[in-house]
């Protein structure tokens, strides 16, 4: 099933790009991506603006992807399914619970395609997070009747378990065109977990910001990987890794104020994408561009009335997207679009009232 959102998208570029040249306070265009009534959240934005997530449907999350003035049902494998990345074929992998009521990694091309698991039935369970585009496919698969999980990398009709660090449980969240992957391993059965990267078939442990723990959620076509570690106090921290010679330096991305921060994603510009605590505690949006951590809210203009929560994904060209709260308090998928420097202020004053008045009604 498609949803209509409606021409104001379309509309919206056209005058960013042709309007006068003016100064402008706000640094993006925010566009409610919620239409199907529900709650949405949007995962992965390819260099296309095509855009993988979910949305609730009759009661029930499904994989959805948003392009141009649609938003099309991907459909399911029979319970709730869950769209997490999309490449530049407009391929998406995620996860869909199954009619036997299990969870299976699917591929989204044209259709949805079961991916199965790596040790049906004794453990019949997978999840997919991240695709290349070599369509090259990676997420977790169980390994034994046990529940013990593997990452693991699907290539064609193959599925192939990555390993661990010699614990019994891993995950893999991101690959990029180089064939790089990267997620977490268990480094001891206490679950205590390690930011790890497959290369050329072996995994090495990116290490932490000198706590216990850390975590890789993606990789960008430069090498660069962002995710979280703990620091020497346990603090929880938006890190970079970069690869320095033999070994790799871990950056800490610091926070919006408060004490907790999680990166989710890189572009090949490096500019980093997440989530972070404010002083009050509050979960917001955050981009790190430079040496510096913003928040995502002072960004865009304040009679949005929305809240940025978190953000997972940035193309190229700086377009993200996440989830946050609207004025209504309802949990929708937002894209944010950066608006050219400089443009008119009339976009953002009559021209824009009119654009963002239709983008309410037909964007949700």
Not at 240 to 262: F, K, M, R, V, Y
Request: net charge negative.
């Amino acid at each position: 099933m498609r949803y209509r959102l409606g021409p104001s998208l379309v509309a919206v570029l056209f005058l960013l790009f042709t309007c006068p040249a003016i100064a402008a306070s706000p640094k993006y265009l925010l566009m409610d991506l919620g239409v199907s009534g529900g709650r949405s959240l949007a995962e992965s934005i390819n260099n296309a603006g095509q855009i993988a997530g979910y949305a609730e449907i009759a009661g029930e999350y499904h994989a959805v992807l948003w392009e141009s003035d649609t938003m099309t049902d991907l459909g399911t494998l029979g319970g709730p399914a869950y769209a997490m990345a999309i490449n530049e074929l407009g391929q998406i992998v995620g996860y869909s619970w199954t009619v036997s009521n299990t969870n299976h990694a699917f591929l989204w091309d044209g259709s949805m395609m079961d991916l199965g698991a790596l040790d049906a039935p004794a453990w019949d369970y997978s999840n997919a997070y991240g695709i290349n585009d070599q369509s090259e496919i990676v997420g977790l698969a169980g390994i034994d009747a046990a529940g013990h999980t593997h990452a693991a990398i699907w290539s064609g009709e193959t599925v192939t378990d990555l390993g661990t660090l010699g614990a019994t449980h891993s995950n893999a969240y991101g690959i990029n065109n180089s064939g790089d992957i990267v997620g977490y391993s268990w480094i001891n059965e206490s679950g205590v977990s390690h930011a790890v990267i497959w290369q050329s078939g072996g995994v090495e442990d990116l290490g932490t910001l000198g706590g216990s723990r850390s975590l890789a959620r993606d990789i960008n076509d430069v090498g660069e990987v962002v995710g979280y570690a703990y620091t020497n106090d346990e603090a929880m921290r938006a890190c970079l890794w970069q690869e320095n010679g033999p070994s790799w330096t871990a950056t800490d991305l610091g926070t919006l104020g408060g004490d907790q921060a999680n990166a989710e994603g890189i572009n090949v510009h490096g500019a980093v994408v997440g989530t972070s605590k404010t002083a009050t505690g509050a979960n917001h949006a955050f981009l790190f561009e430079g040496t510096a951590m913003t928040d995502l809210n002072e960004l865009v203009s304040s009679d949005e009335g929305w809240t940025l929560e978190s953000a997972f994904d940035v193309n190229d060209a700086g377009w993200i997207v996440g989830k946050g709260l609207n004025s209504n308090g309802q949990e929708r998928a937002f894209l944010l679009i950066p608006i050219p420097e400089p443009v008119s202020v009339s976009l953002l004053g009559a021209g824009g009232v009119l654009l963002l008045g239709r983008r309410r009604r037909d964007w949700g």
